[in-house]
């Protein structure tokens, strides 16, 4: 019995070392394990086809005029969860979009326009908030309606539809040529309070989410969006840049600078995010501020552009494709239910409409008989229309809804139904009617037209009016007013300025003058038929400089600047100058000659005005200027159409961005003294501006030309060396 115990106890003790044995190697195991991060052949090559799919989508969209958004949600939802569930690690794809999404709201404050905005005035606040008021209750009522919705789903679905894509809107503006004109600008800075706007809302929805909270809660977000907007705002713009150019930025190398405010910006966003969160404010509203903090800080656009430019587009395909796709429930576009509601849902996105009433609306009574339209009229439905375009923030909220329960699937699909509705319709809407407008405008100024209005060789003046002011609130509207009140009628006005709150605004307008009547015979033979002393038109005409033909009779002598444009040139130039608006203003008035230009458009020789109408149409001076594209132009092929959804005006536009990039890069020996300040003009040349309308004909000194290097060491992030004279 014994040696049967000690057989049992040494079976006992074999049995105990192989479990000992086995356990330390199923801890070696595990460690192992832990310590190996790996993912499979097929979920690589799924993930890259999922991306490659969702790139070739949003392309497709933008061929056919309709944001890449689009087609990148429908990228998303086709692979995703709600469809095929193809794509591997769905949580990973929807963090990479939020940090898209980060990077989208830090670009929004890094590019905002301060002196637009500014200079715009009290006006797009109003259609602002008037524009997120109206579409909200339409949306709360429509889901009120339905029944069986709680008022919280209602306020959710309100909201909804309340912000305007800047995106989406100004990449059509600028493909319809009036991105910097009066209208264009005033939906701009609109579009960009709509943000701001939204930013407010994310945070009021916070408190939803509670279930049965204080009263107090309700108005904690609120109050903390709205308090660190205006006070960290007001430190972004004022504060911040004076710290970081006069303090931080001067202990470092020049050539670090960028880099080192660059960096400043990321660990400012990193203070903010958390700030907000828990504060009850949005988070994004902290990436936003932490990039306004950086937009007067010189060097930062152009390094956020060439660092964060790149990944923030694949982020930004990411967001639409996996944060937002993947939660679009495409099972439910089968109910008929879902898709009725949708289209009422639409009623909300339609409910902005009104608001271009708010357009400016000047005298009419200098308008000439034969013009083709009426200009308030136009402005009031390009108004419009603009501000009905949907994006980015629209499926931010819908997805803040859906993910946080506010939204149930059936109310989330109409309106993402209806959301996705209106960024298709809206972009080619407003596309076509800018067309429409820039048509009847170009044919106004043909030849034809033009001779309706000369009446024995005589016809109206045309002028060009250049000025170069300091930034007033409201003071395009004043300009125009002012130069209605001597009796102009403006055919274009445009306004470029660099980046500053305190820029100087350079305005540049085309108009008729009602008043005065000029010899069109005189204008047309000094500008249009160079030829010598003692040449005759019939010898200039066998030489090839004159083969168009007048109507009128040609005048061959050489005939000197009629003393009456002079005089009313300078009538015109001091009754500007006496405009309180126009603040240490610099105005150059000079005669504009359109018939010229419709002759020589007769005979073929129209090669400027098509490579002008191919320059990036009329974006604004800062977007043109660094050498690689802005993060703007990134996010609005990403967001929005293009500039042309016609196959042969993309092509035409090709050629010419190709004969751009072709010409030759003049050396700094060769180029002017154009400043008058004795610094040579060595950066690239490269087109500043772009007009509906041709360059004056007959006048004195261009001042554009002295802006040009100030403008380009401005927006690269250099020092100015050219300063502004704005003496009268």
């Known amino acids: 019995m014994l040696s049967t115990t000690n057989e049992d106890h040494q079976r006992q003790a074999e049995v105990s070392s192989v479990t000992h044995e086995a356990e330390g190697s199923s801890s070696e195991s595990d460690l192992a394990h832990e310590l190996s991060i790996e993912v499979s052949y097929e979920d690589t090559y799924d993930t890259l086809i999922f991306l490659g799919v969702s790139f070739i989508f949003g392309e497709i969209a933008y061929h056919y005029g309709i944001p890449p958004l689009v087609g990148q949600i429908i990228a998303g939802f086709l692979l995703g969860p709600p469809l095929a569930d193809y794509v591997p690690f769905p949580q990973a794809m929807v963090l990479l979009g939020d940090l898209g999404l980060i990077l989208l709201l830090v670009e929004a404050g890094v590019e905002l326009d301060v002196a637009l905005v500014k200079e715009a005035g009290i006006r797009p606040l109003l259609i602002a908030l008037t524009g997120s008021i109206i579409p909200f209750g339409i949306g709360l009522g429509i889901t009120l309606a339905q029944g069986d919705q709680s008022i919280k789903s209602a306020i959710a679905s309100g909201a909804c539809f309340s912000p305007t894509s800047l995106g989406v809107a100004a990449n059509a503006l600028s493909g319809g040529k009036a991105l910097n004109t009066p209208v264009g600008q005033l939906i701009v800075a609109s579009a960009v309070i709509d943000d701001m706007i939204g930013l407010i809302i994310l945070s009021m929805l916070e408190v939803l989410v509670l279930d049965n909270p204080p009263l107090v809660s309700y108005f904690i977000p609120i109050i903390s969006a709205v308090g660190w907007l205006v006070l960290l705002g007001v430190a972004a713009l004022t504060i911040i840049p004076h710290i970081v150019e006069k303090v931080i930025l001067p202990r470092f190398k020049q050539e670090t600078r960028p880099y080192v405010a660059f960096a400043l910006l990321w660990l400012l966003v990193l203070a903010y995010l ?249 204008a047309v033979r000094r500008v249009s038929v160079p030829m010598k002393d003692d040449e005759s038109l019939e010898e200039a005409k066998e030489d090839g400089r004159a083969s168009f033909a007048l109507d009128l009779e040609v005048i061959t002598e050489t005939v000197p600047f009629d003393d009456i444009v002079a005089n009313r040139c300078r009538e015109i130039q001091e009754h500007l100058l006496s405009c309180p608006e126009l603040v240490d203003a610099k105005i150059n008035v000079v005669q504009w000659v359109p018939m010229a230009d419709a002759l020589q458009k007769k005979q073929g020789d129209d090669l400027a005005r098509e490579a002008a109408e191919a320059l990036k149409n009329k974006e604004t001076i800062d977007t043109l200027v660094d050498e690689m594209p802005t993060l703007r132009k990134v996010r609005h092929k990403m967001l929005s159409g293009p500039i042309s959804f016609f196959q042969a005006e993309k092509e035409r536009m090709k050629k010419a961005e190709d004969v751009e990039e072709r010409t030759p890069e003049p050396t700094q020996t060769e180029l002017p003294d154009v400043s008058g300040t004795g610094v040579r003009e060595g950066l690239r040349r490269r087109p500043r501006r772009t007009k509906m309308v041709s360059s004056p004909s007959v006048g004195g000194v261009d001042m554009w030309q002295e802006d040009t290097v100030a403008q380009e060491a401005a927006f690269s992030g250099a020092a100015p060396v050219v300063q502004y004279d704005l003496q009268a």
């Open 274 to 522: 958390p700030m907000m969160y828990y504060t009850k404010a949005s988070y994004l509203t902290g990436a936003f501020l932490a990039g306004l903090s950086f937009s007067q800080v010189e060097g930062v656009h152009h390094t956020f552009v060439t660092e964060a430019g790149p990944v923030m587009e694949w982020l930004l395909r990411i967001f639409f494709s996996a944060s937002i796709g993947f939660q679009v429930p495409i099972k439910m576009f089968g109910n008929k239910s879902v898709i009725a509601w949708g289209f009422a849902f639409y009623a909300s996105v339609l409910g902005k409409l009104p608001i271009g009433m708010f357009a400016p609306k000047y005298e009419d009574d200098t308008r000439p008989a034969n013009y083709p339209f009426n200009p308030f009229t136009r402005d009031v439905i390009i108004t419009s229309v603009a501000m009905t375009c949907r994006g980015e923030f629209n499926f931010i909220i819908a997805a803040f809804g859906i993910g946080n329960g506010l939204l149930d699937p059936e109310l989330y699909s109409s309106i993402i139904w209806a959301v996705l509705l209106a960024c298709i319709t809206s972009p080619i809407i407003l596309t076509l009617v800018l067309r429409h407008y820039n048509r009847l405008a170009e044919q106004y100024l043909e030849k034809q037209q033009l001779d309706d209005c000369i009446v024995e060789g005589r016809g109206p003046l045309h002028v060009n009016i250049q000025i170069r002011s300091s930034i007033v609130p409201g003071m395009q509207d004043a300009i125009k007013r002012s130069i209605n009140s001597i009796g102009l009628f403006v055919i274009d006005q445009r306004s470029w300025s660099p980046r500053g709150l305190n820029a100087i605004v350079a305005s540049e307008i085309y108009a008729i003058d009602s008043k005065t009547s000029i010899n069109v015979e005189k």
